[in-house]
Structures are given as C-alpha cells and as structure tokens.
C-alpha cells in the first residue's frame, strides 16, 4: 500500500522559505515539471531546488542525504546533488525538508542519448567508482531504504502475488525460476555504497551526456545488486554487453539484478488495470524480455 501524501502547496513553501531562510525570499518557487515519487520538488530561483518529502516515510532520507552526499562527491566521476540546508517542520508541514544546488540537465531517455554504448560505459565506470568509496560507519540497507543492497527475499511474497494476479498472461514457470535462481545467491565480499535507485529519472544528461546522478534517498551499503537493473531497463545489445564487461562482476551478481528488475516489473504490472498504460507497456517489454 502507498503511504498517504502530504499536501503541500506553493504558498506554504514560500512561507517556509521567508521564516526560515530569509536571504532567499524574493526568489521565485515554481513546482519542478517532473517532481519524482519520494519528494515533491520545486526551483528556488534560478540556481536552487527545495526537495519536501512527500510522505513521512521518506523523510528519514534528508539528514542522510545531507550527511554523506558531500563526502562521497569528490570521489564520483559525475556531479551529484550538494546539500545547502535543511528546513524545519512548519506551517503545516510535518517534516523536515532540504535545499540543493540545481543540476542543469534533463532526465535520460532515447530521445536525448546520441551514444547508448557511452552512455552505459560512463554510468558504469561511475558505479565502479561508488562501490570504491570508503564505507566506514556508513548506514546498512534495511527499511529506511526499502531493502535496497539488502536480500531480495524482502520481496518474495510481492513477487508470489504479483505472478498470481499475473496468472496466464506469462510465463510463470521461467519468471519462477529466474527468481528463485536470484534468491539462491548473495553478495559475499563486504557492503559497498548503492545508490538505490538508478533509473532513467536519476540519470541527468546535457548535450547528450550523462552528467548526474540525482536522488539518493535510497542511498545505503550493501549489495550492488540493485542498482543494476538498468542492464535489462534500459540497455540492449552492445550497450548492454558494454555495462556488464566495464563493471565486471561474478555471474551471481548479475542473476540477482535480474531479479530486481523482474521484481519491480512485476509488481507494477500486476497493478495496472489498464494494459495499455504507458507505464503498464513498458513492464510487458521488460517482463517479455527477461522470460523469453
């Protein structure tokens, strides 16, 4: 079940802003065309973002968020988010909230890619680069990050009901088996950083270049796994031949970010009504992919 959402409006921002940051209020707050799930966003000006959790389960991720970002930076390859400050609960608002830098850009799609095989080489060559940071007393995957880095078996009984609900419409004996073959393995060197959720909405490019990774709210350590299903989400091909020869891990590791992708294809499928959905489409492409 999702969590209910806050409510929160421009004029309440604008009344957070003036009490608590003073120096900013005669900037323009305007809501960010795509917001994301986790937190409802909006420009500060030219050069800013406020970021407001959009439900209290998120809001763990702000002072985490705040903590470590500027301590891994300097050692990505790719501009990540820079914290500026953190807003306090008020005029409503239950939580707190938080102030970045802006990240000139756009979301990745193919329509702004002119080189899928660079593409997936830089986002490879960055995720090596944050499996490589120092992960002392760095926070463990669990439920403050929705078990991503942890084991997959957290998911098991949505995977079950989501092949359920599926029924005949796939192949549930090869969708089974390429869970259950997930499941059989985990990660056994120690915990690296992950970022939790590396999509296509996280990944920012200019001029046709991945420049950014946004949104660490699922930031955590543990097994790189999951931040590896952009392999069977997106990529296809030499691109995708390219993403698992630079990252270069165990055949294992590969088995369960398959089975993240199956898993989170799955359960959005099996919500759908509509089977024409975009949203809806876009989970068939993957599920065929994966099963056939």
Known sequence: MSPKPFSINISQVNRLIDQQFPQWKNLNIKPVILSGWDNKTFHLGDKMLIRMPSAQIYSAQIEKESLWLPIISPKLPLQIPCPLAIGQPGEGYPCKWSIYQWIEGKPASHTNIDNLVKFSNDLASFLLALYQVDTTKAPKAGHHNFYRGASLSHYDKDVREALKVLGKKINTTKATNIWERALRSSWKTPPVW??????????????????????????????????????????????????????????????????????KALITAAQFVNPNNVESKRCWHIINRITS
């Open 194 to 263: 992950v970022h939790g959720d590396i999509s296509l909405g996280n990944l920012i490019v200019e001029k046709n270049k991945l420049i950014a990774v946004i949104d660490w709210g699922q930031m955590a350590t543990g097994d790189p796994s999951c931040d590896l299903a952009i392999a069977w989400t997106f990529f296809e091909g030499k691109s995708f031949a390219t993403f698992q020869e630079v990252l270069n891990l165990d055949p294992d590791t590969w088995d369960r970010a398959q089975g993240w992708a199956l898993w």
